[in-house]
């Protein structure tokens, strides 16, 4: 796996070491039951990636591309065909999910230079498949949790509430994170090796994917940078993991002398990426230029470049040290005044609520802190009524100044308006083309639709060193 699996089939697991599982907990599950697994976890994984990418062509390439890879390994018969759909994100990203279904993001297929490069990303995730790492992960985390449950048998008493005992025991698997694996290192690299193997039957050389690895190390690094991640954090997440480094993966896979291009049938992979949808969707809204738009319910408003979106049914958006969330619900009749008097109560946690005016929309401001350990968490939060609806954003601020953030925050909520359909810019969209003589990087990166540095965003899209400059005919990818 690319990335790590969802926490969330983790602490599932915490229901089944207490008896919901078909089988023994800690024991490797069955196919059936591992797919039955897979059923019930699917729905809430695609919610938090962006659901499936509709695209007729891009489904039926990938479809293809699998069932060649497939057609040079051995598969066990209850897996066979896999399954592979795309997520509609633009974050590059793959999964082998528990039943044997393979995940490939619109993103890392955008990403690809060359067929190569993503046949060795499909490869890999059939390698977690034929070797049945999810079931022996599932089954592994299972033999994690229940040897905390046992550890902490004391604390857990019978007159202790069934959400507090999931409390503790959460608070314990988050203090020990590291030995909570998704897929363990030494999956990842025998995945690596099996991916070798099957790309080697199907007649791709096993460069792309080496040097498509690095590529991915360079732009999680730089999405890394953008929300503020130094390089001791990154190494500090990547200890905690449990993942393999890229250096190890690369030097495992013996790749590293064997970097070279390839171009297997690359017109019909640019031809797959050209058009493609850039754009993210999070809550039926999308974010362009610095700023949340929603055409649904016509609003707008500013959100700071340090705060990455993450999907979820509601906009989340996240920073090592803050989280902001912006919902829309339906209130019940006079909701503002009966919220307005709860928060003015002298019980209340949050001081001294206002209400304000905001572009011409009702709206009620209020925040909180209070000490957690060491730390100081800091809440702030606007409602605003739209009439039929209420929406609310909201900034939890941890380990950080709770007053040096609201300005932060302020300007964010303040931001908040009312706008009419054309004033929303249209979804971007990915392009492919091949150079012409006498185009410079510069000039394409100019007329490019990137958010921030423009030069940098295309250099990553397709994998270009600094200096370096595309030939006349060859492809280059780019955004409008």
């Known amino acids: 796996m690319l990335v790590s699996l969802p926490r969330l089939v983790a602490f599932a697991l915490v229901l089944a ?9 800690g024991e490797v599950r069955s196919i059936a039951q591992e797919k039955q697994l897979g059923e019930e976890t699917t729905p809430q994984f695609l919610r938090e990636r962006g659901g499936v990418y509709q695209d007729g062509e891009a489904q039926s390439y990938v479809e293809a591309l699998t ?24 974050t590059p990203s793959a999964y082998a999910l528990p039943g044997g279904s393979i995940y490939v993001s619109r993103g890392i297929i955008a990403m690809a230079n060359t067929e190569a490069q993503l046949a060795g990303v499909i490869a890999h995730e059939i390698g977690h498949v034929i070797a049945r790492h999810s079931a022996k992960t599932v089954a592994a985390n299972e ?21 507090r005992q999931i409390a503790m025991i959460e608070s314990e698997i988050e203090a020990r994170l590291g030995e909570l694996t998704s897929f363990s290192k030494e999956q990842e690299l025998e995945a690596d090796r099996l991916a070798i193997q099957i790309l080697a039957a199907s007649g791709y050389g096993s460069g792309g994917y080496g040097e498509f690895l690095q590529r991915l190390d360079a732009w999680q ?13 990154l190494e500090k997440i990547a200890a905690r993991s449990g993942y393999p480094k890229l250096a190890q993966r690369v030097a495992a896979l013996g790749a590293l002398t064997a970097m070279r291009s390839v171009s297997e049938a690359r017109d019909t992979l640019m031809s797959v990426v050209d058009g493609m949808t850039f754009d993210d969707r999070y809550a039926g809204g999308f974010i ?17 470049k340090n705060l990455s979106p993450d999907h979820g049914k509601h906009l989340r958006l996240l920073s090592p040290n803050r989280a902001a969330l912006f919902r829309i619900d339906d209130p019940k009749p006079g909701w503002f005044d009966e919220l307005s008097a709860l928060l003015k109560r ?18 009620l401001t209020a925040s909180a802190s209070e000490a957690d350990g060491e730390d100081r968490v800091s809440v702030d939060i606007t409602f605003y009524d739209l009439g039929g609806h209420i929406a609310s954003l909201t900034m939890l601020s941890q380990g ?48 490019s639709a990137f958010d921030g540095d423009r030069d940098e965003e295309l250099r990553l899209l397709n994998g270009l060193q600094s200096g370096a400059v595309p030939a006349a005919g060859s492809w280059i990818k780019s955004v409008e």
């Not at 690094?221 to 954090?233: D, I, N, Q, T």
């Not at 362009?288 to 700071?304: A, L, N």
């Open 17 to 25: 070491v207490a008896g919901c599982a078909a089988s023994r907990p």
């Open 67 to 90: 069932r060649k890879l497939s057609a040079n390994v051995s598969i066990p018969r209850e897996y066979d065909p896999i399954p592979i759909r795309i997520l509609d994100t633009n």
């Open 143 to 163: 033999r994690f949790v229940r040897d905390v449950i046992t550890e902490n048998a004391d604390s857990l008493s019978r007159e202790t509430s069934e959400a």
């Open 221 to 233: 690094m730089a999405r890394a940078r953008a929300v503020g991640l130094s390089s001791p954090e």
């Open 288 to 304: 362009r230029d610095g700023k949340y738009w929603s055409r649904q319910h016509g609003i707008v408003f500013d959100v700071p």
């Open 346 to 363: 002298r019980d209340s946690p949050f001081g001294n609520p206002q209400e304000a005016e905001i572009n011409g929309i009702r709206a």
């Open 400 to 447: 950080v100044d709770g007053a040096a953030e609201r300005p932060l925050f302020d300007a964010m909520s303040r931001s908040f308006r009312r706008i009419q359909p054309n004033e929303i810019p249209p979804l971007r969209r990915y392009t492919a083309r091949r150079v012409q003589a006498g185009d410079s990087l510069e000039d394409i990166a100019r007329v």
